[in-house]
T-cell receptor
Framework: NAGVMQNPRHLVRRRGQEARLRCSPV?????VYWYRQLPEEGLKFMVYLQKENIIDESGMPKERFSAEFPKEGPSILRIQQVVRGDSAAYFC????????????FGSGTQLSVL | SQKIEQNSEALNIQEGKTATLTCNYTNYSPAYLQWYRQDPGRGPVFLLL?????KEKRKERLKVTFDTTLKQSLFHITASQPADSATYLCALSNSGYALNFGKGTSLLVTP
């Protein structure tokens, strides 16, 4: 009965490097959401994916950020050419339906950009 | 613009008392509103969901009210315990897939 698994828990990158954050949803959940939390800020929606499809990426920065949820394997949030402002906690959530009721969150990945 | 406002100041109460947290929103017409709990270094955990046609909802020591006229939800924890100390988040959406969260209210319950 594993919940949402995110890895790594902590990720340190230097400016200009790439960051790849992984999320395995609750078993049987085919809906995945990514959120970002900055210090002293609320959780901000980034993207919503179903298996193999991006449904809503309205909260995703237009450049450098991408997300995928392949047929097999975890969902990936990819940040290219990281900058210091990307430092934040990134949370993944899953649900059995796509109506964003009762989301199950992972413990997050803390990204630090040096 | 859309706003979700929660008490920014931490709420300190004594064990056994009732904690009341407030969530006010503007420019939303939510079909439902949710409350989550977040502990330091962890992801939010779902607590309760209340729909627009429900005035009140209870779960064990938790009670939520939802007033769509005032555009406000109140979250109560009765007989509070030190283990209830955490940040509590209010969340809602108009439509679509983005669930929007308030910044949260930090609750500290002292013995």
């Amino acid at each position: 009965n594993a919940g949402v698994m995110q890895n790594p828990r902590h990720l340190v990158r230097r400016r200009g490097q790439e960051a790849r954050l992984r999320c395995s949803p609750v078993k049987g959940h085919s809906h995945v959401y990514w959120y970002r939390q900055l210090p002293e800020e609320g959780l901000k929606f980034m993207v919503y994916l179903q298996k193999e499809n991006i449904i809503d990426e309205s909260g995703m920065p237009k450049e450098r950020f991408s997300a995928e949820f392949p047929k097999e394997g975890p969902s990936i949030l990819r940040i290219q050419q990281v900058v210091r402002g990307d430092s934040a906690a990134y949370f993944c959530a899953s649900s059995p339906t796509g109506d964003n009721e009762k989301l199950f969150f992972g413990s997050g990945t803390q990204l630090s950009v040096l | 613009s859309q706003k979700i406002e929660q008490n920014s100041e931490a709420l300190n109460i004594q064990e056994g008392k009732t904690a009341t947290l407030t969530c006010n929103y503007t420019n939303y017409s939510p079909a439902y509103l949710q409350w989550y709990r977040q502990d330091p270094g962890r992801g939010p955990v779902f607590l309760l969901l209340i729909r627009e046609n429900e005035k009140e909802k209870r779960k064990e020591r938790l009670k939520v009210t939802f007033d769509t006229t005032l555009k406000q939800s109140l979250f109560h924890i009765t007989a509070s315990q030190p283990a209830d100390s955490a940040t509590y988040l209010c969340a809602l959406s108009n439509s679509g897939y983005a669930l929007n969260f308030g910044k949260g209210t930090s609750l500290l319950v002292t013995p």
